[in-house]
């Protein structure tokens, strides 16, 4: 059986061309992000801090994102066609991942929040142990959005069909019509969610902090960063009427534009992460340079 539907394919120099874009710019922000989780393990300073905590959790999100990315890619010009049984297993960690980013950001807003306008009673709200129950939270919140669409599957489709090869997107395995709605407006309900309080931590710190505050403001543009990136999340909503748009303009072009906007939406948000925390946050980025650089510099997180 093969469930595959006829498409354009590119030439292979120009498959070898994005591929190599792709790996290369992917393997880059992976590689800066693992020195950020390197970073946080061997420091106490980190691993202790629910902030660095939840931060490292977005990071290592964006990581397998990228390293999914690469392969799927990768496999589609190579091979085409993956096994469903293959295809399921890495949709399997890549949507829930995906779906992970959003909520990391609303627990992070929310303990910038607890920070700034509970100084005193942040320190016994936001524990290491709690933290990792909201991880975990996280975690159940976005494999119970996706795993009933994969038992579905497995319950509706005949045996043949899970050894069958497709083109690994989900909306070649979940076909039904049910399955694309409830995605679509869990997704929906996720983000209202999220935006309802990056909107309110925001202005909870704006009113309620000083204004002259250095911690307040820093607590503020942190905010806004967030609200950034979950709006590149967002960016995924209008992916097929901005290919469709773009298309009736230059039909030549349809690849090339389908192409350049994935890689937008998928890669270069990614960088976003590291910016957060890893370069504005002054301890984090003292300790950073020591691998990035390969430098001895001694850190005193007293003075930071």
Not at 5 to 31: G, H
Not at 92 to 112: D, G, H, K, Q, V
Not at 113 to 141: G, N, S
């Amino acid at each position: 059986m093969n469930y595959t539907a006829t498409v354009i394919r590119d030439p292979l120099s120009v498959a070898i061309i994005k591929n190599v874009i792709t790996v290369v710019l992917s393997l880059a922000i992976i590689y800066l992000n693992a020195t950020l989780v390197h970073t946080f393990r061997k420091h106490q300073v980190f691993n202790t801090n629910s902030r660095y905590i939840l931060y490292i959790h977005l990071v290592i999100n964006d990581i397998i994102m990228l390293a999914l990315l690469i392969l799927l890619q990768v496999l589609s010009y190579i091979l085409f066609t993956l096994n469903v049984s293959f295809c399921i297993i890495l949709l399997t960690f890549a949507i829930p991942s995906n779906l992970n980013n959003p909520l990391t950001l609303a627990a992070m807003a929310l303990e910038c929040y607890l920070a700034i306008c509970f100084p005193l009673r942040h320190p016994q709200i936001c524990t290491v142990r709690k933290t990792y129950i909201v991880i975990a939270v996280i975690w159940f919140l976005s494999l119970l959005t996706f795993l009933p669409d994969v038992f579905i599957v497995m319950a509706t489709r005949p045996a043949e069909y899970f050894h069958s090869r497709i083109f690994c997107i989900w909306a070649n395995i979940f076909t039904s019509p049910i399955l694309a709605e409830k995605k679509y407006v869990s997704e929906i309900v996720f983000l209202v969610i999220v935006w309802l309080i990056l909107f309110y931590t925001y202005f909870r710190i704006l009113f309620t902090a000083k204004a002259a505050s250095e911690n307040a403001k820093k607590a503020r543009n942190t905010v806004l960063l967030h609200g950034f990136q979950l709006l590149l999340c967002m960016l995924k909503y209008v992916y097929n009427i901005t290919i469709a748009g773009l298309s009736s303009l230059f039909p030549n072009d349809i690849l090339t534009i389908r192409y350049v906007i994935s890689i937008l939406i998928q890669v270069m948000p990614r960088l976003i992460s590291p910016m957060v925390y890893g370069i504005r946050d002054k301890m984090f980025r003292e300790y950073l340079k020591r691998y990035l650089l390969l430098t001895n510099t001694n850190v005193n997180p007293e003075k930071i």
